[in-house]
Structure formats: C-alpha cells, structure tokens
C-alpha cells in the first residue's frame, strides 16, 4: 500500500502524513526491497542506515560535538561484483530552479553524495574507492534517469513513479543495481 491523496480504506493522520515520516517509509520501502531482493547467496550485503565516518587527520577537542556525522539510507555491497552503491532517497521533487536555468538538480543532494562518496576512498576498503552513488526520488515533477561520473564515481539521478502499477516501478528499482555500460 502507498499513501495517496485518494479516499481509500485507510486514512492517514496528519502525523503519518508528516514529511520526515513519508520520508522514511519511502527509504525502508526501498531498503527492504533490496534486502528481499538482492540474494546473499549472489554476494550482495543490504547495509540500511550505514554510518560513514570522517578520515580526520587532525581535531581540536571540541569538534566532535559540532562536527556533522554522515549516515547513508542505504548501501548495497557485493564483494564479488566490486561494487559498493551508495544510495540516498529522497520523497521530493528531483528539481529546483536557479537563476539561470529553469529545472537544475538540487546542489545540496549532490553534495551530500559527493561527500559520502568522497570521504571514503583510501579507508582501507577497496570497495570504497570506486563506489557508486544513486540520488532516488518519487516522479513528482519530473521523469529523470541520468548519470554523470565525478572524480572516478558515477552518480545516477533517478525517479520512480509510484502511481505506477507496483510491477512497473517494482521493475525499476530492480534495474537500479545494473551497472551502466557507459561507466563500468
């Protein structure tokens, strides 16, 4: 079942109607279908809320309280492959707009990325030095499916339209650990 503006069966209070909720139910909706779908026996790891940490060189006592910790919604690992997919969800419209162009991709959700990506290569897992990043969102403004590697990573931006029969955006969460033949 997915919420809906629609009268159905089930209402929803406005707490459950909350951002932050839909939100995350989005997140561990995806989560949970990697891990029923992405067999072990196949070398995949469903890793949901992962923590990244930081390679500080130096720290002066009190950064550890101010200093932001990075936490993934979700990576998907498969030491066979040597792959490492980063990939962070998003229940919001994939576009903004800037002074110069109309539909621009949200810069903060690319920086995040970059610095989830970024801030792992040389920790000692190789898995880490290539790893690649998924931005996912519902199509709420736009149908999108673009890639772009940056500094030796590709990230895709991609949206799934969850009015769609559940087969059809079903099938499209399968295809998102595929690697590209443009990038592998």
């Not at 992405?38 to 550890?64: M, R």
């Not at 959700?109 to 970059?114: F, R």
């Not at 897992?125 to 290539?130: A, K, S, V």
Request: with cysteine; charged share 25%; hydrophobic share 40%.
């Amino acid at each position: 079942m997915l919420p809906t503006e629609w009268e159905g069966a089930t209402p929803l209070t406005r707490i459950e109607r909350d951002a932050v909720i839909v939100r995350r139910l989005f997140e561990r909706a995806v989560a949970n279908f990697f891990a029923a779908e992405l067999p072990p026996s196949d070398g995949w790891k469903v890793l949901p809320g992962k923590w990244l940490y930081w390679q500080k060189e130096y720290e002066t006592p009190g950064i550890a309280a101010v200093l932001p910790q990075m936490r993934t919604d979700i990576v998907l690992e498969n030491t066979r492959q040597k792959r490492r997919i980063v990939i962070d969800t998003k229940f919001a419209g994939i576009f903004t707009s800037s002074e110069y162009r109309e539909n621009v991709l949200k810069s903060a959700h690319l920086y995040q990325m970059y610095a989830y990506l970024r801030s792992q290569v040389g920790s000692g897992n190789p898995l880490c030095d290539c790893a690649e990043g998924i931005l996912l969102h519902p199509a709420i403004d736009a149908k999108v499916d673009e890639t772009v590697r940056i500094q030796g990573h590709p990230i895709r931006f991609v949206t799934v339209d969850l009015t769609l029969p559940s087969a059809d955006y079903l099938d499209k969460l399968r295809n998102l650990p595929r690697p590209s033949n443009q990038f592998t």
